[in-house]
């Protein structure tokens, strides 16, 4: 099963925004700074995470990007559709009914058993990222980083966070 990219990339820009926090933002640019990646592209996928109710974009020269919910309640699947979309992996178009040795429709009464097959695939892979938050993989992402790396993200974290004029 391929992904593309952007799933990466928003999972981790979930988790840095987990981490900030609830009013204030950190901007597309700082973004895609902090993970060294294109910012024009991380922002269709960003727009994305909007759209689908798992970050907020707040507007203004202080605005940017925050979450819309707890990381408690942001699955990997959330994301994962939200940035790939929610049609399976998998898309069976009946090959067993055209060639030499095809017959009526009435010959093929259930579903092909390679379609039953990778869709219980689908199902169990759906499943393990509908079970794993982001608080899950934060909290494991904390347990095992070298020491040396929290620092320097608190670092620029108070360095690159945006917040609200009071």
Not at 15 to 34: D, H, V
Not at 78 to 89: E, L, S
Request: hydrophobic share 40%; net charge positive.
């Amino acid at each position: 099963m391929k992904m593309s990219d952007g799933v990466e990339w928003a999972i981790h820009c979930v988790m840095l925004l987990g981490a900030l926090p609830p009013s204030a933002t950190l901007s597309g640019k700082a973004l895609a700074e902090f993970h060294g990646i294109p910012e024009s592209y991380l922002l269709k996928h960003l727009k994305m995470l909007v759209t689908n109710g798992i970050l907020e974009s707040v507007p203004g020269p202080r605005g940017g990007y925050r979450l819309a919910r707890q990381t408690k309640d942001i699955t990997l699947l959330d994301i994962v559709q939200a940035v790939d979309g929610k049609r399976p992996a998998f898309r069976c178009t009946e090959i067993r009914r055209r060639g030499p040795c095809a017959l009526g429709d009435g010959a093929y009464p259930r579903c092909c058993g390679v379609n039953r097959a990778m869709m219980r695939a689908e199902q169990a892979y759906r499943d393990a990222l509908a079970e794993a938050t982001m608080k899950d993989i934060t909290d494991e992402f904390m347990a095992n980083a070298d020491p040396r790396i929290v620092p320097l993200g608190e670092n620029w974290l108070e360095e690159n966070t945006r917040t609200p004029k009071s």
